[in-house]
């Protein structure tokens, strides 16, 4: 089982539409979390990060988290064409042996389709 | 304030040589992590440094170093190169304040080794 697992997709969407990406670990004791969009031939570019049970809001993103699931998602609301990317869910552990170091999911690829 | 910056974009090795990567974090970030990204297994941790210090690794062999100045600014360094090294090389710094930390990515080293 791997440690942050996402769909690959390609999940495809009409523009003005809302994009669910979804992304669950396995560790319940990680502590932060991060979504990170990737342009092809770009690096990651981050979105959103979120550390408590709930939604967390900006602008047209919203993250979701819950911890007791294990599950964090991410959602778009009117998808623009500009938003087709993949969108990497990246996870933090915690504690001193986990500093600095994100477990990223494989990427779930958005196609937003005029 | 200007963002992270990693040198040089592109590098082309033969096996068996060594390369060294570059990377300058955001003015004021102290903490500096390494990922590899390839196509099969995405984006990988290889270590994190803070105060000129490696306080975390990745399941990396030793081949795979680096090292952080008093500036903040690392490097890494990759001995005896393999053709499965061949792979983007992102550097993420983060202000280190003692709590999760967002990370930030710079534009990637895009190693090909022939």
């Known amino acids: 089982q791997k440690e942050v697992e996402q769909n690959s997709g390609p999940l495809s969407v009409p523009e003005g539409a809302i994009a669910s990406l979804n992304c669950t670990y396995s560790d319940r004791g990680s502590q932060s979390f991060f979504w990170y969009r990737q342009y092809s031939g770009k690096s990651p570019e981050l979105i959103m990060s979120?550390?408590?049970?709930g939604d967390k809001e900006d602008g047209r993103f919203t993250a979701q988290l819950n911890k007791a699931s294990q599950y964090v998602s991410l959602l778009i609301r009117d998808s623009q064409p500009s938003d087709s990317a993949t969108y990497l869910c990246?996870?933090?552990?915690?504690?001193?042996?986990?500093?600095?170091?994100?477990?990223f999911g494989q990427g779930t690829t958005l196609q937003v389709k005029p | 304030k200007a963002g992270v910056t990693q040198t040089p974009r592109y590098l082309i090795k033969t096996r068996g040589q060594q390369v060294t990567l570059s990377c300058s974090p955001i003015?004021?970030?102290?903490?500096v992590s390494w990922y590899q990204q390839t196509p099969g297994q995405g984006l990988q941790f290889l270590f994190e440094y803070f105060s000129e210090t490696q306080r975390n690794k990745g399941n990396f062999p030793g081949r795979f170093s680096g090292r952080q100045f008093s500036n903040s600014r690392s490097e890494m360094n990759v001995s005896t190169l393999e053709l499965g090294d061949s792979a983007l090389y992102l550097c993420?710094?983060?202000?280190?304040?003692?709590?999760?930390?967002?990370?930030?990515f710079g534009p990637g080293t895009r190693l090909t080794v022939l």
């Open positions: 979120i550390y408590s049970n």
């Open positions: 990246a996870v933090n552990k915690g504690g001193s042996s986990n500093t600095g170091k994100l477990i």
């Open positions: 993420a710094s983060s202000l280190e304040r003692g709590g999760p930390d967002t990370q930030y």
């Open positions: 003015s004021g970030h102290r903490s």
